[in-house]
């Protein structure tokens, strides 16, 4: 299992911009099909953004295609969320998660994720 740290979120006005990171240790980071997710009050998590281990495939919900871009950089590892014209809907915590699945895939159910981050809350004001 893996360590996940996330970072980068705040408080930004309605269309404002802000780019979530999240960092691990423990074993090759390059294994791990990584994924995001946000989890706002009284609601269930929702899948957000996924990225294949290569870095070349990569999903996203209906709600942020356009406007969110996961990326990943395997030799620090870290794997990024840039999220540009944001709306209050997008208020929530935002959890990294990482699959040791073998595949070059995206993954984008909860269950498939094998380890998790404590979450970054992002808060956006209308």
């Known amino acids: 299992q893996v360590q996940l740290v996330e970072s980068g979120g705040g408080l930004v006005q309605a269309g404002g911009s802000l780019r979530l990171s999240c960092a691990r240790s423990g074993r090759t980071f390059s294994t791990y099909t990584m994924g995001w997710f946000r989890q706002a009050p009284g609601k269930e998590r929702e899948f957000v953004a996924s990225?294949?281990?290569?870095?070349?495939?990569?999903a996203y919900a209906d709600s942020v295609k356009g406007r969110f871009t996961i990326s990943r950089d395997n030799a620090k590892n870290t794997v990024d969320l840039q999220m540009i014209s944001l709306e209050p809907w997008d208020t929530a915590v935002y959890y990294c998660a990482a699959s040791a699945r073998i595949w070059d895939m995206v993954l984008t159910t909860i269950p498939a994720y094998d380890s998790w981050g404590q979450g970054t809350q992002v808060t956006v004001s209308s």
């Open positions: 990225i294949s281990k290569s870095g070349r495939n990569t």
